[in-house]
């Protein structure tokens, strides 16, 4: 297929696409993935919540466990007793600590400084949702271990049917140049179209039949011309439930739609709770959480803005619980859902608002476990299934990538956990505490530019 899902072709078209982009070098002090992931790494005394689909919410964690990774994948799990350990293998003794997978934001918009924000707040996968030359060359240096990072997939650059404000997109008004664009993210190595607002029947209608013929997916938004039923009818996965509340479909007959059409739908829920608030002292607290050192000036200033702005009649409570309703109902009808946070939209500090959205997930009607599967085991068999991935993560187990969340508790009891973990591996590269404080210290004293997202 002219999809080809080898890593060759993807680092081969990227370096074409990215040659005068300089590779970064991991913050002094703090390991590198190519630096540690070859060596070998021994966790004992882990109570491990593997996040396999078999377990419910009420799975114990396996006590006492040990977890040997080799080359950046989990080799053995296994009793502490039972286990002969290699001998040059780096050995932690988590002393009972919980080792869960490595979270996963399959909605973001994503700037430099951000990879680092991520891995410190334990999200080891990131979606990139309005992507560039530069996210597929640290798609690259991720990969290749020339640059710290979660493992990135990346869509397209929004695809308009008329212009949009602020951020970065193609117009896309003819049959013919929407063929033309599908081939052309194909080729750079693109993993998915990003559909956005305003394309016309036809031209959707045709980029549709390419990225079919390509094997290219398609997720985004649902084009007014279009309709869901046009959208559902090409297998295109979804984003946002708030553009789904908006369809004029009531909420059983859409989520059977969606069933039938078996797309992803990724609810992107925190971002509207936020939203909801702009205007109440809620919100105006909020942006005096410390975490808002992480973030530039640019982006501040525009969450900021909102803050003594009065609710619109679409950011309303009624409007955030109904777009609950479809969560729920979706859930209840297995359409299969992603944690995205749509980063860097009001409130939405990257790696955090993961957590938020997690937190989101289970105000709108979900479990914590069924919430955590949203961030792990169902990123991971989305990339497997859908993306064409050739690594297996999302789950602790033998021949999954070795990305994984240290924490002090069982995050099913308490979802808050997430927000400080103990340490973090990536790619089979331990970052312990310190290391992380050290990256939070590298982001908020370099404060990086706006990104020009969504």
Do not use: C
């Not at 619109?312 to 729920?328: A, N």
């Amino acid at each position: 297929m002219f999809r080809e899902r080898s890593r060759d072709r993807r680092i081969a078209a990227t370096v074409i696409a990215t040659l005068a982009l300089a590779l970064h070098s991991p913050a002094s002090g703090i390991p590198s993935q190519l630096e540690e992931a070859s060596s070998a790494l021994v966790l004992r005394n882990a109570r491990i919540l593997s996040m396999a689909a078999e377990l419910s919410d009420r799975a114990p964690l396996l006590p006492s466990g040990t977890i040997v990774v080799q080359n950046g994948v989990i080799a053995r799990i296994g009793q502490d007793e039972d286990e002969a350990l290699p001998e040059d293998a780096r050995i932690i003794d988590l002393a009972g600590a919980v080792v869960m997978p490595g979270l996963a934001d399959m909605h973001a918009h994503i700037a430099e400084n951000d990879l680092d924000l991520f891995l410190a707040h334990g999200v080891t996968t990131a979606r990139e949702m309005n992507g560039s030359a530069r996210h597929l060359e640290w798609r690259r240096q991720i990969e290749a271990g020339e640059r710290r990072g979660p493992r990135l997939f990346v869509t397209s650059t929004l695809l308009a049917g008329e212009p949009v404000d602020g951020v970065r997109f193609e117009l896309v008004t003819d049959p013919d140049q929407a063929r033309e664009l599908a081939r052309s993210a194909a080729n750079v190595g693109y993993d998915m179209l990003k559909v956005y607002d305003g394309l016309g029947a036809s031209t959707y209608e045709a980029l549709a039949g390419e990225a079919a013929l390509l094997d290219l997916p398609m997720t985004g938004h649902v084009p007014s011309a279009v309709g869901v039923a046009g959208v559902l009818a090409s297998r295109q996965h979804l984003e946002h439930t708030e553009k789904l509340v908006h369809a004029g479909v009531g909420i059983e007959e859409l989520v059977e739609q969606i069933r039938v059409a078996e797309v992803w739908l990724t609810p992107t829920l925190a971002v509207q709770e936020a939203l909801s608030l702009a205007g109440t002292l809620e919100y105006s607290a909020a942006l005096d959480d410390p975490s808002m050192e992480f973030m530039p000036a640019g982006i501040l200033g525009w969450w900021h803005s909102l803050a003594g702005q009065r609710p619109t009649p679409t950011q309303t409570s009624p409007f955030v619980e109904r777009q609950q309703l479809l969560l729920r109902a979706a859930y209840d009808a297995g359409v299969p859902l992603l944690a995205g946070s749509d980063t860097p939209n009001p409130l939405m500090v990257p790696g955090l608002s993961l957590v938020d959205e997690l937190e989101a997930l289970v105000r709108g009607g979900l479990s914590a476990h069924a919430a955590l599967v949203t961030a792990t085991n169902a990123a991971g068999r989305f990339a497997t299934t859908v993306l064409k991935s050739p690594d297996s993560f999302g789950v602790v187990e033998v021949g999954a990538a070795a990305d994984l969340v240290i924490l002090e508790q069982d995050p099913r009891e308490m979802l808050s956990t997430l927000r400080a973990p103990r340490a973090v591996v990536a790619g089979g590269t331990w970052f312990d505490r310190e290391a992380l404080d050290a990256m939070l210290r590298g982001v908020a004293a370099r404060r990086a530019p706006a990104v020009d997202g969504e």
